[in-house]
């Protein structure tokens, strides 16, 4: 794998992290607009299962194209 085709697939694992992310919240806001009840729980729960799926995906980039520069 070239460095240019290791970049493209950190980026496109990075998009896909954060449209992940951007389920999990829709999915979050959606069950904060219900009232208590096992579906609002059941929401919140697979927001939780989208945001460590996304986390995922944001450490096989970093595994993919390490970050660079100084702290």
Same mark, same amino acid.
């Given at each position: 794998?070239?460095?240019?085709d290791?970049?493209?697939?950190a980026?496109?694992l990075?998009a896909? /992290?954060?449209?992940v *992310?951007g389920?999990a919240?829709? #999915?979050a806001?959606? =069950?904060? @607009? ?8 059941l929401?919140?729960?697979? /927001?939780g299962?989208? *945001?460590?799926?996304?986390?995922? #995906?944001?450490d096989? =980039?970093? @595994?993919i194209e ?6």
């Open positions: 794998m070239t460095i240019d290791e970049a493209r697939k980026a496109a990075r896909g /992290a954060a449209r *992310r389920a919240e829709a #999915l806001d959606r =069950a904060d @607009a219900l009232p208590r009840s096992l579906q609002r729980r929401l919140k729960l697979q /927001a299962i989208l *945001r460590d799926g996304a986390a995922d #995906l944001d096989k =980039a970093l @595994a390490p970050a660079q520069g100084e702290a």
